[in-house]
């Protein structure tokens, strides 16, 4: 059976070339980068090779590039490392810095160039000072948006828990945050320590104003970190011209493979380490480096900055068609996010009278893979957070689909998905009482 992969914001294929960049380390270069001897000397190159190839593709200096296990451990480390160190006593609260300054072969030496959790607690001690007698200082919070992934919303519950203030801010029809509202927060929260706002959204692919959120904190003199998971690889990422202070981005959603990805902490950077163990990464992420996926890495990134332009370009047009064709052949079928600024590969579409599992089970016995959303949420009853919260009522959010086209995505490919996917949703409207009681009720009104 032919089948067509249109998932590809749950996951990439491997890179052919990037799985010959890897081999290697699987077998003839099996050295322990940590090891002095020729095997792991050759190991480590090849880990800061890689090193160079992420940082090159984000703007960043290699020594700022940390390798994780994944996105999500970059988001946990970026947030629990920012918040940690904010809520620990001064001579307590920082582990290793990346400051170019304070490397050192082993664990770096704090450096104190950038505290921003110090300024925070100096705004506070200002503000208090003129605002009567002295309060117990609040804990430190942090902003971030209600259509972040998992990733992000569960490591601010886990912080809320332990007493961390959380805003949560609201976006509009085209899951977009409110700059003004961030404004306000950030004036109205002097304690605020770090702005937490993804570049790329999972499900709608819609992007966020960045480089006016990354003027907003650095104006406030708040950390920000973009969880860039979705974007990297896709449309071009400047941590500079962001005034970021920390990016994670995830190895296989750019055709490097799972369980590896980085986290860009800014020189000057104070954060306390999430992993206690080796001086692996001068401390930051103790653990043997997997070197193979660190080369895989590295390579995905040097193609994904060769190829980006022209992929984004041929990606879109195929997208568009998709989009366009399907919104022509299916009645009453709706793009969500579509005024934004999107990645050029994804579109997500509400198909209102259907189910969005069925409509994914239907599609895949015709061999057509895609998602009703993250697909680590696939399975789960509640529709979507994200939809939800572009404003779309529950029964919408179910009968919504993601398509995410990839770098390998042809127009046969299209040509394929185009009559099967409203076929199958004339076929499930035709199952469904409610669409039909919805069309008749028109009909006689
Ligand atoms: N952030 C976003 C926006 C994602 O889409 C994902 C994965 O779907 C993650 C974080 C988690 O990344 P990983 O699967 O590498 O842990």
Request: proline share 6%; glycine share 8%; with cysteine.
């Amino acid at each position: 059976m032919n089948r067509v992969y249109l998932d590809h914001n749950a996951t990439t294929p491997v890179d052919p070339e990037v799985l010959d960049a890897m081999l290697p380390y699987f077998s003839g270069e099996y050295g322990n980068a940590s090891s002095i001897h020729t095997f792991g000397q050759k190991a480590r190159a090849a880990v800061e090779t890689a090193r160079e190839q992420v940082a090159a593709l984000i703007g960043a200096r290699p020594q700022e590039i940390v390798f994780t296990s994944g996105g999500t451990e970059a988001d946990n480390h970026a947030i629990f490392g920012i918040a940690g160190a904010a809520a620990a006593p001064s001579s307590q609260a920082h582990g290793p810095s990346t400051d170019a300054a304070t490397l050192s072969p082993s664990l770096g030496v704090p450096s104190f160039s950038r505290d921003v959790t110090h300024a925070a607690r100096e705004r506070l001690q200002f503000t208090q000072k003129n605002e009567g007698p002295p309060k117990v200082l609040p804990l430190p919070r942090i902003i971030t948006a209600a259509i972040e992934h998992e990733a992000v919303l569960n490591t601010c519950q886990a912080l809320e828990k332990r007493g961390i203030s959380v805003t949560y801010l609201s976006v509009d029809r085209d899951g977009q945050i409110d700059l003004q509202a961030l404004r306000n927060s950030l004036r109205e929260h002097p304690e605020t320590v770090l702005i937490t706002v993804m570049h790329a959204n999972n499900e709608l692919g819609t992007v966020q104003p960045i480089e006016e959120i990354g003027q907003i904190a650095a104006e406030a003199d708040v950390y920000f970190h973009t969880d860039a998971v979705q974007s990297a690889g896709k449309i071009p990422i400047d941590v500079n011209a962001f005034k970021l202070d920390l990016l994670s981005l995830s190895g296989h959603k750019l055709y490097a493979p799972k369980g590896i990805g980085a986290l860009y902490i800014r020189g000057g950077t104070r954060l306390r380490q999430l992993l206690y163990g080796g001086h692996h990464q001068r401390g930051f992420r103790p653990g043997t480096e997997n070197v193979a996926g660190i080369v895989g890495l590295g390579k995905a990134a040097q193609i994904a900055k060769a190829s980006l332009a022209e992929d984004a370009k041929r990606v879109a047009a195929l997208r568009d068609t998709l989009e366009r064709t399907l919104l022509q052949r299916v009645p009453d079928s709706r793009v969500n996010g579509a005024g934004a600024q999107r990645t050029p590969n994804t579109t997500n579409i509400t198909f209102p009278g259907i189910e969005g599992e069925a409509l994914v089970i239907a599609l895949d016995l015709k061999g057509l893979a895609c998602s009703t959303g993250a697909a680590c949420s696939s399975g789960a009853v509640e529709p979507s957070h994200v939809l939800t919260a572009i404003g779309l009522p529950a029964e919408d959010a179910r009968a919504s689909l993601r398509f995410s086209l990839g770098r390998h995505t042809t127009p046969a490919d299209i040509d394929f998905a185009l009559p099967v996917i409203p076929a199958a949703v004339a076929y499930l409207r035709e199952l469904s009482p409610t669409y039909h009681k919805g069309a008749k009720a028109e009909v006689h009104s």
